[in-house]
T-cell receptor, first 111, second 116 residues
Framework: SQQGEEDPQALSIQEGENATMNCSYKTSINNLQWYRQNSGRGLVHLILIRSNEREKHSGRLRVTLDTSKKSSSLLITASRAADTASYFC???????????FGQGTRLTINP | DADVTQTPRNRITKTGKRIMLECSQTKGHDRMYWYRQDPGLGLRLIYYSFDVKDINKGEISDGYSVSRQAQAKFSLSLESAIPNQTALYFCATTGTSAVIGTGELFFGEGSRLTVL
């Protein structure tokens, strides 16, 4: 099974609401990253959190990391229609120097 | 111009044909990656390279080969394409950091391959 598993697979909310996506992983990591993908386009990096960090903010994004539970969450506050996209977590595997991606969460923001 | 350029963007081919997907980057990064994306499976790593003389297999390298022609160029080949290689292929690049491990990946726009 994948190193990163995301939950939920799909999420549909109203504009202005907050969206929360979760990611769980199995092995030790150096960092965990979140990416966004608009339909059929390349992935765009959103935020990176190191294994010794617990929370990080970037604009309307808030990421938490719990290494004891091997899980992370991405919170998008005050969602906008333009936030509609797929969101992927990617784990930087310790000692492997590569990123392993989860299956993604498809987020739909309804106007 | 894009930092990471993939060609072709779309390709339809037939079973048994040899296909090459090309990637070039202007980021000056050492590390380059090829990923494959299938619906519901996320991105899976095919091959990656840390410099011109360093090529590594990813989790799904069977049926694929790569060539790192220069620091800025990394191509992916399908020697004899088959229908289950129909997918969206992404090239990505990143710099080196001993502190944080693999850093932010910069992706190309993807190459959509259809094998009939």
């Amino acid at each position: 099974s994948q190193q990163g598993e995301e939950d939920p697979q799909a999420l549909s909310i109203q504009e202005g609401e907050n969206a929360t996506m979760n990611c769980s992983y199995k092995t030790s990591i150096n960092n965990l990253q979140w990416y966004r993908q608009n339909s059929g386009r390349g992935l765009v990096h959103l935020i990176l959190i190191r294994s010794n960090e617990r929370e990080k903010h970037s604009g309307r994004l808030r990421v938490t990391l719990d290494t004891s539970k091997k899980s992370s969450s991405l919170l998008i506050t005050a969602s906008r229609a333009a936030d509609t996209a797929s969101y992927f977590c990617a784990t930087g595997i310790q000692g492997a120097q590569k990123l392993v991606f989860g299956q993604g969460t498809r987020l739909t923001i309804n106007p | 111009d894009a930092d990471v350029t993939q060609t072709p963007r779309n390709r339809i081919t037939k079973t048994g044909k040899r296909i090459m997907l090309e990637c070039s980057q202007t980021k000056g990064h050492d590390r380059m990656y090829w990923y494959r994306q299938d619906p519901g499976l996320g991105l899976r790593l095919i091959y990656y390279s840390f410099d011109v003389k360093d090529i590594n297999k990813g989790e799904i390298s069977d049926g694929y080969s790569v060539s790192r022609q220069a620091q800025a160029k990394f191509s992916l080949s399908l020697e004899s394409a088959i229908p289950n290689q129909t997918a969206l292929y992404f090239c990505a690049t990143t710099g080196t950091s001993a502190v944080i491990g693999t850093g932010e990946l910069f992706f190309g726009e993807g190459s959509r391959l259809t094998v009939l």
